[in-house]
């Protein structure tokens, strides 16, 4: 009988905190000779940043990136943990795991995309300062890195 692993949201938070700590930094320099920063622009394209501008690109490459790194991290703590489940959770980066983070940042890209357009179609134009507007960054960061870690957990798991 194989053993049950349960994939926890609580267990990808201190990662997520550590990520969310540093995409508000990043963001800080970005923002940081703006007085006030946008939340977003009624405009399809812009050359001037805002919040939403800087977050749905964030979701885009850290779905990407952090879908590789948790795939092989965590296949590998579970294959030492539990070895007789090494051959169900290890998988080749091209095209598994490649295709498992694709689809994690599509998923969290399109829900940006969304929730962008409706945050500018409800609320319009809104201002933030740019210590503010660094933290909401680094608080989408954090959204996306827990998701993306629970969704490749579950996964590779899955044995897909």
């Not at 909401?136 to 579950?154: D, N």
Request: proline content about 4%; glycine content about 6%.
């Amino acid at each position: 009988m194989s053993p049950t692993i349960e994939v926890k949201l609580k267990d990808s938070l201190i990662s997520a905190l550590i990520n969310g700590v540093i995409n508000a930094v990043i963001a800080s320099y970005t923002f940081g000779s703006k007085a006030l920063v946008p939340m977003s622009l009624d405009m399809i394209s812009t050359k001037e940043l805002s919040v939403w501008g800087q977050a749905v690109p964030l979701t885009f490459g850290l779905g990407i990136i952090l879908s590789l790194i948790t795939a092989k991290v965590f296949a590998g703590k579970v294959s030492k943990a539990h070895p007789e489940l090494k051959e169900t959770v290890t998988k080749p980066i091209f095209p598994t795991l490649l295709v498992i983070a694709i689809n994690n940042a599509a998923f969290l890209f399109g829900w940006f995309v969304v929730l962008a357009i409706l945050w500018t179609r409800v609320f319009g134009e809104v201002y933030v300062s740019s210590w503010l507007a660094s933290a909401l960054v680094g608080v989408f960061a954090v959204i996306v890195t827990v998701l993306v870690e629970t969704r490749t957990k579950k996964a590779v798991l899955k044995g897909e």
